[in-house]
């Protein structure tokens, strides 16, 4: 029988740390949190000195928490010795916390510790209970200020949100600062206006080739914004904000004798990066796999529990995945070196490791995210791992690995031009030297300076030498608006305003998306009307300056002071709750009275005719509701639209003009509303008459149905073109009673044995498309690539599927698992993979 007892959070953790402890040791698992505060009630008291009140999780359809709290307990009698093995971190100390609390005897008294690693290798358990420590405090302190921070923020204003605008919704102290942030960026987005300008570029040629582009670089002393100049001081260019004027250079310029002045040529050196943090991991496979944050985190908890590695048994791979420090032990240090030496030779080994500054507040206790083993390859790996986990996992053994290799070196040239009384510049680099760039390159989220100059080569010239001009032109820009956040960039935001930790940031996406507050179009977020909604009502409701992004830094210090052991938590708190019980009364007024108020106005209502509708807020904005008949309409700014009737303006506006469109279908007005996914217009009839038809964000209203010279094969009655969220397609006139669908051929039979159906265009609920058998639900075949009515030249199946990529262009490849014929030559030669079926599932998610 085991004397010791060890509890880690998960059934993975539990089986890689077995393997390394013996016979003496039972490691069980507690799945996570087994205590928290109530779901029904605030559960903290405000008058206690903020005094929580815990209860074990109540039991759910995936997880019997009441079971595994008994078998624990059941565990911890017999044992001798318990030792609590959560995360290193404030989670896993307040989840020992709650162990210790609930499933530790009081008699007989049993000894407790505390052990952390932040690898699970056989070292570094070893090594952990070899030093076990007692349980801190301080730690559990910071996790439960955020805890109670977190309820006393949802539990009071939520309620309040749910009640003003309707539905299911909720605020957070972090979670509202990053809807705003994006409701923010996409009102400047609205209110921007572009603006032209020029700028200039001479086509030379020198006496070798190639020829090169040179920019306008100085008008006489002219370097600097002046009349009609400004300077582009990243690119190093003149930019001209009147076309006339450039004309006028242009034309100048043309006159003169282009001769080299300078040529000044240097050493450039690249540095490697760090390793990985948790929010540059993040930011990372956002930009390099497309993944959102919670993909990431899931993916990389399973590369630290531990992965079958066949006779080595359950592995873990990399060090723990929530850290803010880019430390790394010296006994990693001499593995890594050790093997760039071995691996890629003395020249691109440094002198002495690399240490990396961490930020003034990151956790030194931890490491960076790093390979337990740098000898474990992806590529030894690759027969172990899933796709997603050998993808990650090569992209943190890679920059691992560069972080301790020598820079790159480039020879940067940069030659400057005589003509007249221009000056124009030309610059370029030429890499002599990859170094750690031999292995891994960082991704950027726009590109840099340094990545066009990569991208431009130079000839070889000399001081005094002529230069042929081929051709100089004025070339036309505009102004961009701010970027849209992509996940990337708002974490970058996130991390770089001191708002939240990384470890939170993957349910704050989550939560922002689940509740519709945004949605992501093109990977970009754009709030959704709810979100505008939302955000404008606890702002201009009295939190202005608590969900503020300098207000919840500030927060987030004293948070991370209280984990240091400088500040009571109930201290911290109180400073909150002070501030926050003043604009929890602002907020509560301010909600009763706008959900009360009926603003009357002069409008007339389009399905009776009863004039003084009220001005109302809900769901999706202010809107316009009939007191007579209770007919809604939106209540926005006017603006125009194809047919002249309604629609919205470019900053998102929409309203009615004096002559509404006429409904196809029943002959009544069509009036503007708002939904889940903007401004829309629809019939006045409605419920009778459920017609509607999409505005797009220009403010441009989709057309009425175009009739063709078709009939329906379900009722007989016309076809018409309709204009929907995901594009045009083709239906029955009388939708909704018939719902018929042409669906666009291929031209391609299903080859399911049994049916003889096409197959045919689809979209899926995000818009992707993909071809699937048009007799679904009876035939789930479907495929990403496209059918083409070709026979394949090895296995004579009756068709092929057509894929375009960027590296490879378009090329065709056989729909048989088994038969590998790709018409990509290059193709031929690699290990043969299956082609993309899709399941049905994956392609409603898509």
Same mark, same amino acid.
């Given at each position: 029988?085991?004397?010791?007892?060890?509890?880690?959070?998960?059934?993975?953790?539990?089986?890689?740390?077995?393997?390394?402890?013996?016979?003496?040791?039972?490691?069980?698992?507690?799945?996570?949190?087994?205590?928290?505060?109530?779901?029904?009630?605030?559960?903290?008291?405000?008058?206690?000195?903020?005094?929580?009140?815990?209860?074990?999780?109540?039991?759910?359809?995936?997880?019997?928490?009441?079971?595994?709290?008994?078998?624990?307990?059941?565990?911890?009698?017999?044992?001798?010795?318990?030792?609590?093995?959560?995360?290193?971190?404030?989670?896993?100390?307040?989840?020992?916390?709650?162990?210790?609390?609930?499933?530790?005897?009081?008699?007989?008294?049993?000894?407790?510790?505390?052990?952390?690693?932040?690898?699970?290798?056989?070292?570094?358990?070893?090594?952990?209970?070899?030093?076990?420590?007692?349980?801190?405090?301080?730690?559990?302190?910071?996790?439960?200020?955020?805890r109670v921070l977190d309820r006393l923020v949802g539990y009071k204003v939520s309620p309040l949100l749910c009640r003003t605008v309707g539905g299911k919704l909720s605020a957070g102290r972090v979670q509202s600062v990053a809807l705003r942030m994006v409701v923010?960026?996409?009102?400047?987005?609205?209110?921007?206006?572009?603006?032209?300008?020029?700028?200039?570029?001479?086509?030379?040629?020198?006496?070798?080739?190639?020829?090169?582009?040179?920019?306008?670089?100085?008008?006489?002393?002219?370097?600097?914004?002046?009349?009609?100049?400004?300077?582009?001081?990243?690119?190093?260019?003149?930019?001209?904000?009147?076309?006339? $004027?450039?004309?006028?250079?242009?034309?100048?310029?043309?006159?003169?004798?282009?001769?080299?002045?300078?040529?000044?040529?240097?050493?450039?050196?690249?540095?490697?990066?760090?390793?990985?943090?948790?929010?540059?991991?993040?930011?990372?496979?956002?930009?390099?796999?497309?993944?959102?944050?919670?993909?990431?985190?899931?993916?990389?908890?399973?590369?630290?529990?531990?992965?079958?590695?066949?006779?080595?048994?359950?592995?873990?791979?990399?060090?723990?995945?929530?850290?803010?420090?880019?430390?790394?032990?010296?006994?990693?240090?001499?593995?890594?070196?050790?093997?760039?030496?071995?691996?890629?030779?003395?020249?691109?080994?440094?002198?002495?490791?690399?240490?990396?500054?961490?930020?003034?507040?990151?956790?030194?206790?931890?490491?960076?995210?790093?390979?337990?083993?740098?000898?474990?390859?992806?590529?030894?790996?690759?027969?172990?791992?899933?796709?997603?986990?050998?993808?990650?996992?090569?992209?943190?053994?890679?920059?691992?690995?560069?972080?301790?290799?020598?820079?790159?070196?480039?020879?940067?040239?940069?030659?400057?031009?005589?003509?007249?009384?221009?000056?124009?510049?030309?610059?370029?680099?030429?890499?002599?030297?990859?170094?750690?760039?031999?292995?891994?390159?960082?991704?950027?989220?726009?590109?840099?300076?340094?990545?066009?100059?990569?991208?431009?080569?130079?000839?070889?010239?000399?001081?005094?030498?002529?230069?042929?001009?081929?051709?100089?032109?004025?070339?036309?820009?505009?102004?961009?608006?701010?970027?849209?956040?992509?996940?990337?960039? $708002?974490?970058?935001?996130?991390?770089?305003?001191?708002?939240?930790?990384?470890?939170?940031?993957?349910?704050?996406?989550?939560?922002?998306?689940?509740?519709?507050?945004?949605?992501?179009?093109?990977?970009?977020?754009?709030?959704?009307?709810?979100?505008?909604?939302?955000?404008?009502?606890?702002?201009?409701?009295?939190?202005?300056?608590?969900?503020?992004?300098?207000?919840?830094?500030?927060?987030?210090?004293?948070?991370?002071?209280?984990?240091?052991?400088?500040?009571?938590?109930?201290?911290?708190?109180?400073?909150?709750?002070?501030? &926050?019980?003043?604009?929890?009364?602002? &907020?509560?007024?301010?909600?009763?009275?706008?959900?009360?108020?009926?603003?009357?106005?002069?409008?007339?209502?389009?399905?009776?005719?009863?004039?003084?509708?009220?001005?109302?807020?809900?769901?999706?904005?202010?809107?316009?509701?009939?007191?007579?008949?209770?007919?809604?309409?939106?209540?926005?700014?006017?603006?125009?639209?194809?047919?002249?009737?309604?629609?919205?303006?470019?900053?998102?506006?929409?309203?009615?003009?004096?002559?509404?469109?006429?409904?196809?279908?029943?002959?009544?007005?069509?009036?503007?509303?708002?939904?889940?996914?903007?401004?829309?217009?629809?019939?006045?009839?409605?419920?009778?008459?459920?017609?509607?038809?999409?505005?797009?964000?220009?403010?441009?209203?989709?057309?009425?149905?175009?009739?063709?010279?078709?009939?329906?094969?379900?009722?007989?009655?016309?076809?018409?073109?309709?204009?929907?969220?995901?594009?045009?397609?083709?239906?029955?006139?009388?939708?909704?009673?018939?719902?018929?669908?042409?669906?666009?051929?291929?031209?391609?039979?299903?080859?399911?044995?049994?049916?003889?159906?096409?197959?045919?265009?689809?979209?899926?609920?995000?818009?992707?498309?993909?071809?699937?058998?048009?007799?679904?639900?009876?035939?789930?075949?479907?495929?990403?690539?496209?059918?083409?009515?070709?026979?394949?030249?090895?296995?004579?199946?009756?068709?092929?599927?057509?894929?375009?990529?960027?590296?490879?262009?378009?090329?065709?490849?056989?729909?048989?698992?088994?038969?590998?014929?790709?018409?990509?030559?290059?193709?031929?030669?690699?290990?043969?993979?299956?082609?993309?079926?899709?399941?049905?599932?994956?392609?409603?998610?898509?």
């Open positions: 029988m085991a004397k010791n007892l060890v509890i880690v959070e998960s059934p993975a953790k539990a089986k890689t740390i077995n393997k390394y402890l013996g016979k003496d040791y039972l490691v069980k698992a507690s799945i996570g949190h087994i205590k928290d505060l109530p779901a029904k009630g605030l559960g903290v008291d405000v008058d206690d000195d903020f005094k929580p009140t815990y209860e074990v999780i109540p039991d759910t359809r995936k997880r019997n928490n009441k079971r595994i709290v008994a078998e624990l307990k059941a565990a911890a009698k017999i044992a001798d010795t318990i030792y609590f093995a959560a995360d290193p971190d404030r989670e896993g100390e307040a989840i020992c916390q709650h162990l210790a609390e609930e499933i530790v005897p009081k008699r007989p008294a049993k000894a407790t510790f505390r052990v952390m690693f932040n690898e699970i290798t056989k070292r570094a358990v070893n090594e952990a209970f070899e030093h076990p420590k007692q349980i801190d405090q301080n730690l559990v302190d910071s996790q439960q200020a955020r923010e960026r996409e009102r400047e987005i609205e209110r921007f206006v572009k603006t032209e300008y020029w700028s200039i570029a001479a086509r030379l040629a020198a006496h070798l080739p190639p020829t090169f582009d040179a920019r306008l670089f100085k008008v006489g002393e002219q370097t600097v914004k002046t009349g009609g100049f400004d300077q582009d001081v990243k690119r190093g260019e003149i930019l001209i904000n009147d076309e006339n $004027l450039a004309t006028q250079l242009v034309t100048e310029a043309n006159q003169q004798t282009f001769v080299v002045n300078e040529v000044t040529r240097k050493e450039r050196k690249r540095n490697p990066v760090p390793p990985f943090i948790t929010s540059k991991l993040q930011q990372e496979a956002a930009r390099k796999l497309g993944w959102a944050v919670k993909r990431t985190m899931m993916v990389a908890q399973k590369l630290y529990e531990g992965i079958e590695l066949g006779a080595e048994g359950s592995v873990g791979l990399i060090t723990y995945m929530r850290t803010d420090s880019t430390r790394v032990s010296d006994a990693a240090l001499a593995e890594v070196r050790e093997f760039v030496s071995k691996q890629y030779g003395a020249a691109y080994l440094p002198e002495k490791a690399i240490h990396y500054r961490s930020k003034k507040d990151a956790q030194d206790a931890h490491e960076a995210i790093r390979p337990t083993d740098v000898a474990r390859t992806p590529e030894s790996l690759a027969s172990y791992l899933n796709n997603d986990e050998l993808r990650l996992y090569r992209l943190i053994w890679q920059r691992s690995v560069a972080s301790q290799m020598t820079p790159a070196l480039f020879d940067q040239t940069t030659i400057d031009i005589g003509a007249g009384r221009f000056i124009f510049r030309a610059t370029g680099s030429v890499q002599k030297f990859d170094g750690f760039l031999k292995l891994y390159q960082e991704g950027r989220d726009e590109k840099s300076e340094e990545d066009e100059e990569a991208e431009r080569t130079l000839p070889p010239v000399e001081k005094g030498e002529t230069l042929a001009l081929n051709q100089i032109t004025p070339e036309q820009h505009f102004t961009d608006p701010p970027p849209r956040f992509t996940e990337a960039t $708002l974490v970058k935001a996130l991390e770089e305003k001191g708002i939240g930790r990384p470890s939170t940031y993957a349910a704050i996406m989550t939560t922002i998306l689940a509740r519709e507050y945004v949605e992501k179009l093109e990977g970009r977020f754009h709030p959704t009307e709810l979100g505008k909604t939302v955000n404008d009502l606890l702002i201009e409701g009295g939190f202005a300056d608590l969900f503020n992004e300098t207000y919840t830094a500030r927060m987030e210090e004293e948070l991370d002071s209280v984990e240091e052991g400088k500040l009571k938590w109930t201290d911290a708190l109180h400073e909150f709750y002070d501030k &926050f019980s003043l604009d929890l009364i602002a &907020f509560t007024e301010y909600t009763k009275r706008i959900k009360d108020e009926e603003l009357p106005t002069e409008e007339v209502c389009l399905k009776c005719e009863t004039k003084g509708m009220v001005r109302k807020r809900g769901r999706f904005g202010k809107y316009l509701k009939c007191l007579n008949c209770g007919a809604t309409r939106d209540a926005q700014p006017k603006a125009e639209t194809n047919g002249g009737a309604a629609g919205t303006d470019a900053a998102g506006g929409a309203a009615e003009t004096a002559e509404p469109e006429i409904c196809e279908l029943c002959d009544k007005p069509m009036q503007l509303k708002r939904g889940r996914f903007g401004p829309f217009l629809g019939c006045t009839g409605y419920p009778e008459c459920r017609n509607i038809r999409k505005i797009a964000k220009s403010g441009v209203a989709a057309p009425a149905p175009v009739p063709l010279d078709e009939k329906c094969p379900v009722d007989g009655a016309q076809l018409v073109r309709r204009f929907g969220r995901f594009g045009e397609f083709v239906s029955c006139s009388n939708y909704p009673k018939c719902k018929y669908i042409k669906q666009e051929s291929t031209g391609v039979k299903c080859t399911r044995p049994g049916c003889e159906g096409d197959l045919v265009v689809k979209k899926s609920k995000r818009g992707k498309v993909f071809y699937g058998c048009e007799k679904y639900p009876d035939c789930d075949r479907v495929y990403w690539d496209k059918p083409v009515l070709e026979e394949c030249p090895k296995c004579h199946a009756p068709f092929l599927l057509e894929k375009t990529t960027k590296k490879q262009g378009t090329f065709r490849h056989c729909a048989v698992e088994d038969c590998g014929y790709s018409s990509n030559a290059a193709d031929d030669e690699k290990p043969k993979t299956k082609p993309k079926v899709a399941s049905t599932k994956k392609a409603k998610r898509a």
